[in-house]
């Protein structure tokens, strides 16, 4: 079965600080990886995803994660936090073990935070 | 524009009532999904389908139903049989067929049972 941990519900930076998303994962074959963002009542949007091809991967808003097999591992980081980046974050893993479309499984969501 | 809508944004019920949530997307994805979140839960599935008039049952199934007649509808059932109907529903749904294995949202329903 596949898991997710995500350490720390909540995270507070300061604008123009380092981002760090912390994401471990269990699973019994390679995973595929996931980070969404979610602004206030609304949906999920995709930052970015690994799928066995390069470990560091690049998102959208300047956000990157590198894939770590030896600490299953998945961190989501951003060099200089902005105001807009306050968000609550969720990593998810799939090892596609039913076929496919068995659904992502969520880690229970990190809630940033940024202080002017 | 592609994408996958919601409908209602804000829906209220009385306890006792079932209530269908909608979800309709225009991506020719096969597979689709439903989802609950509770604050600090994360997600969790409900229902998914991979296929029109098949689905399958996620990790909180009991009190809900779908039905798959369309490959761009999937729609929700919450029964009166559902013990905290009150949360925050997302659709989501996926195209395999490229190797494409994430998740297209919907911008969700808010259901408040009183």
């Known amino acids: 079965a596949q898991s997710v941990t995500q350490l720390g519900s909540h995270v507070s930076v300061s604008e123009g600080a380092l981002v760090l998303l912390r994401c471990n994962y269990s699973s019994s074959v390679p995973p595929y990886l996931f980070w969404y963002v979610q602004y206030p009542n609304q949906g999920l949007q995709l930052l970015l995803k690994y799928t066995s091809a390069a470990t560091l991967v690049k998102g959208i808003n300047g956000f990157e994660a590198e894939f770590k097999k030896s600490e299953t591992s998945f961190h989501l980081t951003k060099p200089s936090a902005h105001m807009s980046d306050a968000a609550e974050y969720f990593c998810a893993v799939s090892d596609f073990t039913g076929g496919g479309a068995d659904g992502l499984t969520f880690g229970k969501g990190t809630h940033l935070i940024i202080q002017p | 524009d592609g994408g996958i809508t919601q409908s209602p944004k804000y829906l209220f019920r009385k306890e006792g009532q079932n209530v269908t949530l909608s979800c309709e997307q225009n991506l020719n994805h096969d597979a689709m999904y439903w989802y609950r979140q509770d604050p600090g839960q994360g997600l969790r599935l409900i229902y998914y389908?991979?296929?029109?008039?098949?689905?399958q049952k996620g990790d909180i199934a009991e009190g809900y139903s779908v039905s798959r007649e369309k490959k761009e509808s999937f729609p929700l059932t919450v029964t009166s049989a559902q013990k905290n109907p009150t949360a925050f529903y997302l659709c989501a749904s996926s195209s395999h067929g490229t190797g494409n294995f994430e998740q297209y949202f919907g911008p969700g329903t808010r259901l408040t049972v009183t």
């Open positions: 389908s991979q296929i029109v008039n098949d689905f």
